[in-house]
């Protein structure tokens, strides 16, 4: 019986190391004893045969995606758990598409757990000034409670966002600290004294101008906003005073609408005359269980406010039991007219390669991240214009249920829109181009360019070019599809 004890810092690390040691070791799951944190090792054998184990154990991609993700966890029983999945992938890669595995199972709700506490801290991390105001470098510092060890995978990102202050994010487990652009981590701590600071009264002020008393869902609220991170949250001291006032001023709104309607919303009723009424955005996610609902109830979206201009609402179309889907930005001009996606040049040029690359478009589920057309009118043009998050993120709702109704194997995301909506982030789209990432649910994304992007290449033999590294692409994509189908998902390097 081996005992492992892991570091509480740079863990990722210290238990693939470690779990590579066992293998080479040829150390079964019940023969290692994992334990984390606290006092100096029982016995931990840095010199496990490292290079021998990696040399010879070839590892499925998604494995070590999810053991990068599970570590965090903060159930003890993860790095056995793991140790068991890997102890058995490395004699069965096909393993990590069994759905019906219930130890995969399991490590994918903690894999997914791990990426929501990921991004709540993205979210709900409040930092308060504590450095002097006329300071070279402003120095701010947060108080954070996770759910799981996320603040080591997360710093990278504040690191990123906030790389022009000096900050400091404590935590019962660990502090991570940026200072002078570097980045360092300490012991945990209790909550130190934070001062309030201007930036209070400005969370308030904005949630109270984004809240909608006649929109109000608690439950909902709550469940994107769970209470334990109320605490940190100066907005939140008002909720329940808007919650109490709610009924009142969505009643006072009604009685102060307009009797007339504007000329606009004449149209949308127009627009919206002959559709099936209980539709609404709002409906109940489970009664939206066939594309066909779906579709019909984002006839009557309103979830940001591309809706007022855009002709009509285009959703995706292809085969409901498509392998592979096809993700593009938003509607251009003609697909906002026809009501249908890909149709117009940046679709041809699509359907173009697609067929080079073997890829049958009758075939695919082929839909957008943004299903409204956002333009900038110009007299009588219509200029594309880039979604934002504000339009992203609200219209995830319509692509998730399309996701989760199609269910496909793989889904190619077609530039950085559909990159930022399909896994979090658009950015460094060049540089990703080829890989394949997940979404939050688990799907294998492969990412790569906007076929646009070839439209406004200026010289002809570089639009060659790339449309070829495009064609390539999709072949990769189509190829990584086959592996999938045939239950060997990809191993070891990036596809392109
Ligand atoms: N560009 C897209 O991203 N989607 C379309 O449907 C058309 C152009």
Known sequence: ?????????????????????????????????????????????????????????????????????????????????????????????????????????????????????????????????????????????????????????????????????????????????????????????SKPPLPEDAAEELWATYFRNIFNPSRLKVKAMQTGMPKSYWRNMPETRQISDMIAGAEGRAQAMRAAAPTAPPARAARLQNRRAGLDRTSSEEQDVDNLNTIDAVHSAARSCTRCPLYRNATQVVMGEGPTDAELMLVGEQPGDQEDLAGRPFVGPAGQILDRVCHAAGIDRSTVYVTNAVKHFKFLPR???????????????????????????????????????????????????????????????????????HPSYLLRLPDAATKAAETDSFRRDLEAAAAHLQELRAGRPNVGQRCS
Do not use: N
Not at 386 to 415: F, H, S, T, Y
């Open 379 to 449: 007299g009588k043009r219509r200029l594309h214009q880039k979604p934002d998050a504000g339009e992203i993120v609200p219209c995830r709702w319509w692509l998730d249920l399309e996701m989760r109704l199609v269910q496909p194997r793989l889904i190619v995301a077609l530039g950085a829109t559909a990159a930022e909506s399909l896994t979090g982030t658009g950015k460094g789209i060049l540089r990703r181009r080829g890989a394949i990432e997940h979404t939050e649910a688990g799907t294998p994304v492969f990412l790569t360019i």
């Open 1 to 189: 019986m081996q005992t492992i004890r892991l570091p509480g810092r740079a863990t990722a690390t210290a238990w693939r190391d470690a779990a590579r040691g066992c293998l080479a070791q040829g150390l079964q799951p019940e023969e290692v004893v994992w334990a984390y944190g606290g006092a100096a090792p029982d016995l931990f054998a840095p010199d496990m045969g490292v290079g021998s184990a990696a040399a010879t154990t070839v590892v499925p991609r998604s494995f070590i995606r999810l053991a990068g993700a599970v570590v965090w966890h903060r159930d003890p029983e993860r790095f056995a758990w793991l140790y068991t999945l890997l102890w058995r992938v490395k004699d069965r890669p096909a393993l990590m598409d069994d759905q019906a595995d219930p130890l995969l199972a399991r490590l994918r709700a903690m894999q997914k757990a791990v990426y929501r506490c990921q991004h709540k801290m993205k979210a709900f991390v409040r930092f308060r000034e504590i450095g002097a105001p006329d300071a070279e470098r402003r120095s701010f510092a947060a108080w954070f409670e996770p759910a799981h060890y996320t603040l080591e995978p997360t710093a990278p990102f504040f690191a990123s966002r906030f790389g022009d202050m000096d900050w400091r994010i404590v935590t019962p487990d660990l502090t991570a600290t940026f200072e002078d652009g570097a980045l360092g981590f300490a012991d945990g701590q």
